[in-house]
């Protein structure tokens, strides 16, 4: 199972991530755990400076912008 991790404070365009990467699981027939991560030093420790970010399985594909669901399909993918 993967794990996608939502990183932001939680505001519109952190939970529009959250939708794309819920549809983006769904195209890709994969089973995954969301998990939100809120906290500005973990996220900044992570490397990513801009939110919303997105990290699956531990690396981060997306920083500062809101990826559409068939490019988080893709990195599912991978």
């Given at each position: 199972m993967k794990v996608v991790e939502v990183l932001g404070p939680g505001c519109a365009n952190c939970r529009?991530?959250?939708a794309?990467?819920?549809e983006a699981?769904?195209?890709a027939g994969v089973e995954a755990e969301i998990h939100h991560v809120t906290?500005?030093?973990e996220i900044a420790a992570r490397g990513v400076l801009s939110?919303?970010?997105l990290v699956i399985d531990g690396r981060v594909v997306?920083?500062?912008r809101i990826p559409s669901a068939a490019d988080i399909a893709g990195?599912?993918?991978?």
């Open positions: 529009r991530v959250e794309n990467a819920r699981l769904a195209i906290d500005y030093r939110t919303p970010g997306s920083a500062g990195w599912l993918a991978e």
